[in-house]
């Protein structure tokens, strides 16, 4: 049997910890607040992140990460992107030396534009073959209730991924592998600034003319940043490309649509930010994104104006017209 910690006790990161364990995993989440942990340990319940949803009983919790790691074949990563360098400043003596590192998250670092497996290698100082990761079509809501779905696996040694797809694999939850671990990461983090046009849209009472423009843009835009940097251009037409980017872009569920149908609505940062209780990765994320674009020249003017909402003062009326007014171009360029 093998051994996994997952680090976070989010919604993502319980959900991802309840797979594991569903799976066979003898599995131990970390978190920081004892009043969280007591109650997985006590009521198999996350009742802060997923509340009403029952826990297997194998599954404990605890807020010591030296104890937690002990012996563990997969140390799995479920913390926001932007804090992920000084939690695992803190963590890294402890990580079996051993041990493939797993990343959740679906982001790009700020200040040096890297990709969260590559902010693992340098902190952890692991090869590439010991650090993988999840993504895809993935909505908390909807897995908590073990409803089904698919996830890719990433990683560059192949025998890796599938000892970390049998680990998570269920009869409700698939698991594909996948070596393009640059595509399946730019996949994730980059569907998350997508969504928040696309949620932006929605907020300002436009159809799905519009939103189907932006979905299918936007992928066009990962493709061409994808390119730039050696991914697979298959992985974008799989499940940690369009896969992820139709999900997050239409649910309901999705923080990141939620977070652009609010500014939409015409609420400002400030007031959006207080109403969203979980991090909605491509706020912060979509700065970091277009400084990799650019400093790759590569072309992609959804994420351009969705950092001039965000961050720049921009309306999204005027953003609308920013895109609508670009020069005509063929359809497929800069791939």
């Known amino acids: 049997m093998s051994s996994a ?14 797979i594991l364990a569903e799976a066979g995993t003898r599995t131990t989440l970390w978190g920081r607040r004892a009043a969280v942990v007591d109650a997985i340990n006590s009521g198999h319940e996350n009742p802060e992140y997923l509340p009403g949803v029952a826990l297997p009983e194998t599954l404990r919790a605890t807020t010591d990460p030296v104890a937690a790691m002990e012996g563990a074949d997969f140390v799995v990563l479920a913390v926001p992107a932007q804090t992920l360098r000084a939690n695992l400043l803190t963590w890294r003596h402890a990580v079996p030396d051993d041990a493939v590192l797993v990343s959740l998250m679906k982001g790009v670092e700020l200040g040096t534009c890297k990709r969260m497996s590559e902010v693992i290698c340098e902190v952890a100082d692991v090869p590439e073959s010991r650090v993988a990761v ?7 809501g ?10 890719v696996v990433a990683c560059r040694d192949e025998a890796v991924a599938a000892r970390l797809q049998e680990a998570c694999h269920l009869p409700w939850f698939r698991t594909y592998t996948n070596p393009d671990v ?11 600034v997508i969504a928040l046009a696309v949620g932006v849209s929605a907020g300002m009472g436009l ?26 251009q298959h992985t974008f037409a799989g499940l940690a490309g369009m896969g992820d980017l139709i999900a997050t872009c239409t649910s309901p569920l999705s923080r990141n649509r939620t977070f652009g149908e609010n500014l939409g609505r015409g609420m ?6 207080a109403a969203t209780r979980q991090t909605a990765e491509g706020v912060k994320s979509c700065e970091s994104v277009l400084e990799l674009a650019r400093k790759h020249d590569v072309e992609m003017p959804i994420t351009e104006v969705v950092v001039g909402v965000v961050h720049d003062g921009m309306t999204p009326s005027e953003a609308a017209m920013l895109l609508m007014s670009r020069t005509p171009k063929p359809e497929r360029y800069g791939v």
């Open 5 to 18: 910690v997952v680090f976070g006790t989010g919604s993502w990161g319980t959900t991802f910890a309840m």
């Open 134 to 140: 999840v993504s895809g079509p993935n909505l908390v």
């Open 142 to 151: 909807e897995l908590a209730q073990r409803q089904p779905a698919a996830a």
């Open 182 to 192: 640059i595509g399946v990461e730019l996949g994730g983090a980059v569907k998350n």
């Open 207 to 232: 159809g799905d003319n519009v939103r189907a423009t932006l979905m299918t843009r936007g992928l066009a835009e990962i493709a061409r940043l994808g390119a730039a940097l050696g991914a697979d």
């Open 268 to 273: 400002t940062l400030a007031e959006v930010v």
